[in-house]
Structure formats: structure tokens, C-alpha cells
């Protein structure tokens, strides 16, 4: 029977340390890679060992025509090979296109083993001191300037009256504009929790109210950021 393994990759480059070593010794059982980006999948299995032998495996990746992907991997399935689903940065099927394959997988009776390995969505909500009982990852907002300060009105109101922690992620290059956004429509005592470049050597998740995110507005242009509202009790 075929197993399909859904192996975590490192959220930063230079944190290798953060992947179990269970997890080159499932992605050695495999034939099969499925990679959300193979180039970097590629130098993310040769950074935890250099002596596997890449192009032994069939490569597919997961963001091109998807509906041709999920065809492949039935069929690897029907032939009992044992694959790997490898995500751009963090957990497969988290915040990421592998989802498909693995719904994909389950329809066929697949064994599926989710590997242990870093995700920002849980290392944030840790660290943030928020409420770890009751929380949404509500993914990207919207770019619309009108529909995200809308967005993030309904998250703080919603936070408010069910003692939850919202979760969400942009962009990159558009960090400083979220965080704008939050700082403009979020009030004084909402607490927000900025995570940035986890797992890093330069890591920093710091949780303040909006006004005093007001005092010390971060530079988040251009790096890894994830961002937690908390308006609970």
C-alpha cells in the first residue's frame, strides 16, 4: 500500500536544526516527490543530507495545473509508490496548495503520515500569549485598502465577542501596509502579535497593544511576518 508522507520544510533557511531527523529517514522510503517548489525542495534535501541522491526521485510540482497533479498522484498511488509532499516553508496542507494532494490521497485510501516539523501559525500563537483555546487562521486579507480595514473591523469585532485569537499572513512587501491598516482601524487595547523571520537567528514575536504598536512601529518590508489579533477578555 502506498503512503504518502507530508514532510515539513524549514520556515527559514539557516534553521535546519527545526526538522526532526525522522524526516530524511521517511523522504529516503519514498520514490515520489511532490513540491510546492522544486528548486528550493531540492536545496532544502541536500542541506539535511548531502549524500542523498536527488534525481533518483519523480519530481512533480504541486502549483502547476493542479488538476494534472492530482491525476499523478492518484496514479503513483495505484502503482504503490510511497511519496512525499513537501511544502514551500512549514507544514503540508497548512496554509498551502498540498492540500489537494492529500485530499486526493485520502480518496484513495492512502496512508497518510503528517511528519512533525515547524509551522508559524502554531510557534506565533504560542509565543504570543493570546488565547491558544479558541483561534482562526483566516489566511490572507484583502489587498483592496476599503475591503481590509473592513476585514480586519470584522476580526477585532469577532475576537471581541468569542474570546478568540485571530491569525493571518500577507505578503511580504506588503507588511508595512497591513500593519498601517491595523494600527488605523484596531482600537488602543487590542493586543497585536507581530511574528517575524521564525525560527531564524533573527527571530522576534512580540506581542503589544495597538497604542503601543503606535510608539514603535516595526520595519516588516520584505520579511517573513505573521500577523495575531487578540480583542478577548
Known sequence: MSTVYLVPCVLAEDAIESIPAYVMDAVKKCQVIFAENERTARRFLKSMDKTIVIDDYEWFAIHKAEEEQVLQIKLKIKEGKDIAVISEAGCP?????????????????????PLVGPSSILLAL????????????????????????KK?????????????????????????????SLIKNCTGTTKLCIGVNITAVNESIRTHTITEWKNKK??????????????GN
Not at 132 to 144: C, H, R, S, T
Open 126 to 149: 504560542m509565543a504570543s500569549g493570546m488565547n491558544g483555546q479558541q483561534f482562526e487562521f483566516v489566511g490572507y486579507l484583502a489587498i483592496d485598502t476599503h475591503e481590509r480595514n
Open 218 to 231: 516595526p520595519e516588516l518590508h520584505k520579511q517573513p511576518a505573521i500577523f495575531l489579533l487578540y480583542s
Open 93 to 113: 496542507g497548512i496554509a498551502d496548495p498540498g492540500q489537494i494532494l492529500i485530499a486526493a490521497a485520502q480518496q484513495m485510501n492512502a496512508v497518510i503520515k
Open 152 to 180: 480586519i473591523q470584522e476580526l477585532e469585532a469577532s475576537s471581541r465577542k468569542n474570546n478568540s485569537t485571530k491569525i493571518f499572513i500577507e505578503t511580504p512587501y506588503r507588511n508595512n501596509q497591513l500593519f498601517d
